[in-house]
């Protein structure tokens, strides 16, 4: 008679709200700790703000810079330990948290280099802030992301929602057809345009490095917040409305297979806009029905789009056509 194995316990799950929190805890308990080492030392008003060469071009107080500087990590530390808490993003708890780390690292390191800089000066305007220390603030806050990454963990398997099954187009022989449709997001063309504001106004009162960097990161989003999605013989094409040139292209030969499900971005993906995650990215702009493209490689693409159905059926036809060629 044979006997059932009983299948194996769940791994324990770690506390990652705890491992979240951690770093920001640790931040700003060294920030108190710098802060406490020089305040005998530093000047009535700090030079908090530099230009490419170094030199001071914005001043606070040394309560204004804690303040601010404890409420900004503070406020990211609860986010992303509720978030960790909740198991949002699912499957991707692990980047949400190794993100976590290195945000503390690069919010907190610029903080502690403007004490040490400003402790012993006569004068703020004679403070000096290289470049170097922006470089060493990254390397740090990636080494620390690596720690995070350690420390939470392999992410839990999650059910993944069943695709639904597609038919292929009842197209004849040698008729080609193309299938097109625009998906655009408000609330990002929303959230570009207000990041472009405040950097054209963060520019122009405290320097273009800080602007210049936030009016980049506008450009980005708002390539992303309206694209149309085409689907012909050549495979899956995403092309910008506002920049005229694909911003993905996956041709016919990679993919293996195509279907459709309803997608949930935050749950599965851990957000909006054109996310990566371990086995898979996609163009995400709401949540509902998507188009699925599970490729060569054993990776998966999806796309947030109406009428994914028909889309998908007619990426099956072109399958079916291409695998009846090669097998001729």
């Excluded at 979240?20 to 009535?44: I, N, S, W, Y």
């Amino acid at each position: 008679m044979m006997r059932s194995v009983p299948s194996a316990p769940p791994a324990p799950v770690r506390p990652r709200g705890w491992i979240a929190a951690l770093p920001f805890l640790l931040v700003t308990v060294c920030l108190g700790r710098v802060c406490a080492v020089v305040a005998d030392r530093l000047p009535e008003r700090l030079a908090t703000h530099f230009g490419l060469d170094g030199r001071p071009n914005g001043y606070a107080s040394t309560q204004g810079l804690l303040w601010w500087s404890l409420a900004v990590l503070l406020a990211a530390g609860a986010g992303t330990a509720a978030l960790s808490r909740r198991a949002l993003p699912a499957r991707s708890g692990r980047l949400l948290i190794a993100t976590g780390y290195f945000l503390a690292v690069v919010l907190g390191y610029p903080a502690a280099a403007i004490l040490w800089g400003n402790a012993g000066a006569a004068d703020a305007a004679a403070v000096r802030m290289p470049l170097l220390q922006l470089a060493a603030s990254l390397g740090a806050g990636v080494l620390a992301a690596g720690l995070g990454w350690l420390l939470a963990g392999p992410d839990p398997e999650g059910p993944r929602p069943e695709p639904g099954r597609v038919r292929r187009l009842d197209l004849p022989a040698g008729v080609r057809a193309g299938w097109t449709r625009t998906i655009s997001s408000l609330p990002m063309a929303a959230l570009a345009a207000l990041m472009a504001c405040v950097g054209v106004v963060l520019g122009v009162s405290a320097g273009w490095v800080g602007g210049g960097a936030l009016l980049l990161c506008a450009l980005l989003v708002a390539v992303h917040c309206s694209v149309r999605v085409t689907v012909d013989k050549r495979g899956l094409t995403l092309t910008p409305v506002l920049f005229p040139v694909p911003l993905r292209r996956i041709p016919l030969a990679g993919v293996a297979e195509a279907t459709r499900r309803r997608i949930s971005p935050l749950a599965e993906y851990g957000g909006w806009g054109y996310r990566i995650r371990p086995g898979g990215s996609g163009l995400l702009l709401r949540s509902g029905e998507g188009l699925v493209l599970r490729r060569t490689n054993g990776r998966e693409f999806v796309v947030t789009v109406d009428d994914a159905a028909t889309a998908a059926a007619l990426l099956t036809t072109y399958l079916d056509r291409q695998r009846s060629t090669e097998g001729d």
